[in-house]
């Protein structure tokens, strides 16, 4: 019976890859030029590099009600942790010092790299997402490394952290709101308030996926032999 | 045949593996990973069609950066749920082990 | 003729990886095929000319993802040894 269910999805799911197929390779050509607006806008936009202005500027709303999504799914998370006293910890980490070492430099550099990357998101591919992400790279490295304690209950400066890119991107919309429509960059400040939020949103990202790693981190091995 | 033609292609493929694989596999975690699967192929097909003449569209672009970020919180608070579920499964089994201990003894 | 090749060998690569990750039946194997399907993404997302995308999908979809299922594996498994009785594991990887 088992097989017989089995065997269904398969044919089904090979019905539907058919199916998608004869589909992709018949589509009529599109009828609107995406690229071409985007073009003809970008230099109201307030920054160079395409993606950027459409993710910030054109399409910013996306971008506010993402943020918002990433910390639901945190807070869905310490939600469901539980009582934070595990029966046996996740990881025992035993301290490499040639690991902590590599850690110690090499984090630096990654806190200098998201920089960077933050910065340069106006003229060439980077941006708040990818600062982010290096950011809580170099928080997981730290971690794995023995340098940085898993998180417990996030404390208040933390939970500032945590949702203040989130409220700065409010903030600026709310503002923008009363005088214009909503995420209505004036073309002459555009840059700047990108800028603004593109700051808040690498910290907030930075922090938001360092959490979703680190709530459930390494405890060191100390702890381990102790419970 | 321009690239973005293959990936799209590709990406249909590998979302009815990964839809497949949801409905198929057992285990918690792997039904995870093919959802992710699934994530990346409609990524994929997403790029792959816009671009599918030979040009560069930045429109789906955003959008799939928008859904790499959303992929892993969801990918996280599921494998919070998974862990939880774990966690809750051991102390009923500790408890159900411990009560027929009890009775035995 | 030289691309198209290139980008046919990536298709296959992506579809054989994302196959292992499912089908090999230690778990363990299984994710680490999924980063490695991850950085083949990141690949396919430099071949369609979106620099942006690759370095998310390395940093986040890659690394992140990656590093958060080995964690949770390694959660599990830890739990799974601690005396439970294995008939009445209804998930055994």
Do not use: C
């Amino acid at each position: 019976m088992k097989a017989l269910l089995r065997g269904t999805v398969v044919l089904l799911a090979l019905a539907l890859a058919t199916l998608m197929l004869v589909a992709v390779l018949d589509l009529p050509m599109p009828t609107v030029q995406l690229p071409a607006s985007v073009a003809a806008n970008l230099a109201q936009s307030g920054v160079e590099h395409p993606v950027t202005a459409v993710l910030l500027n054109f399409r910013g709303y996306d971008t506010l009600l993402e943020i918002a999504v990433l910390l639901l799914a945190l807070l869905g998370m310490l939600s469901v942790a539980g009582p934070q006293t595990a029966p046996k910890p996740a990881l025992h980490v035993r301290p490499d010092p040639v690991l902590q070492a590599l850690a110690r430099l090499a984090v630096p550099l990654m806190i200098l790299a998201a920089g960077y990357l933050l910065w340069a998101g106006a003229h060439r591919p980077g941006g708040a997402f990818q600062a982010g992400a290096v950011l809580a790279a170099a928080a997981v490295l730290l971690n794995l490394a023995g340098l940085l304690p898993a998180w417990s209950t996030p404390g208040r400066l933390l939970r500032l952290g945590l949702a203040g890119g989130f409220l700065l991107f409010l903030a600026v919309a709310a503002g923008l709101l009363v005088e214009a429509e909503l995420l209505h960059y004036p073309p002459e400040h555009a840059g700047g308030l990108i800028l603004l939020i593109e700051a808040g949103l690498t910290v907030s990202i930075g922090l938001i996926l360092a959490g979703l790693f680190l709530l459930f981190g390494a405890r060191p091995a100390a702890a381990a032999e102790e419970s | 045949m321009t690239p973005g033609l293959i990936y799209a292609v590709t990406g249909l493929l590998l979302f009815v593996i990964g839809a497949a694989g949801v409905v198929l596999l057992a285990h918690a975690l792997r039904k995870i990973l093919a959802f992710n699967l699934m994530g990346s192929g409609a990524f994929l097909v997403l790029v792959g069609l816009a671009q599918r003449t030979g040009g560069v569209d930045p429109v789906p672009h955003a959008m799939v950066l928008t859904g790499i970020v959303v992929a892993v919180a969801a990918t996280a608070l599921a494998l919070a749920l998974v862990r939880r579920l774990h966690v809750l499964q051991v102390e009923l089994h500790a408890k159900d082990a411990s009560v027929a201990e009890t009775e035995d003894a | 003729m030289i691309t198209l090749s290139f980008d046919l060998l990536l298709a296959l690569a992506l579809l054989w990886s994302a196959w292992r990750a499912l089908a090999t039946p230690d778990l363990g194997r299984g994710v680490v095929m999924f980063i490695v399907f991850g950085l083949l993404m990141a690949l396919a997302w430099a071949r369609l000319q979106a620099p942006d995308i690759a370095l998310a999908e390395a940093a986040i979809g890659a690394g992140l993802t990656g590093a958060l299922l080995l964690d949770a594996l390694g959660a599990l498994r830890v739990g799974g040894q601690s005396g439970e009785p294995s008939a009445q594991r209804k998930d055994a990887p």
